[in-house]
């Protein structure tokens, strides 16, 4: 079997290598908004953490966030980030399932 190239990233927590698609995007949006950009489709600067609850909790104990975007992200902006984080696992996983290696 022929293998794939497939992208690699850096999760801004653990500092793992991973395919892209096994993680998720966080952006900051020209309006300077910090999103969880769950498509990979927003412009501006985006930071990947793995789909795990517990390298988000990593990424904001050590402000990953703040180094990986290059701008100040509050205490409030984290805690909203984790909530839609754990929002966001259960679709991030099945649409896994449905994404092919063909994107980029
Ligand atoms: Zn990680």
């Keep these: 079997?022929?293998?794939?190239?497939v992208p690699l990233r850096k999760c801004v927590a653990c500092q793992e290598m991973m395919p892209k698609r096994e993680l998720i995007r966080v952006v900051k949006t020209p309006e300077d908004e910090i999103l969880i950009d769950l498509k990979g489709k927003k412009s501006g600067r985006g930071a990947y953490l793995c789909g795990k609850v517990s390298c988000f909790k990593l990424?904001?104990?050590?402000?990953a966030f703040d180094r990986a975007l290059k701008h100040t992200v509050s205490a409030e902006i984290?805690?909203?980030?984790?909530?839609?984080?754990?929002?966001?696992?259960?679709?991030f996983i099945s649409s896994k399932e449905e994404m092919t290696d063909d994107e980029e």
């Design 59 to 63: 990424a904001k104990k050590s402000r």
């Design 78 to 91: 984290y805690d909203q980030l984790e909530q839609d984080f754990i929002r966001v696992e259960d679709e």
């Design 1 to 5: 079997m022929k293998q794939r190239k």
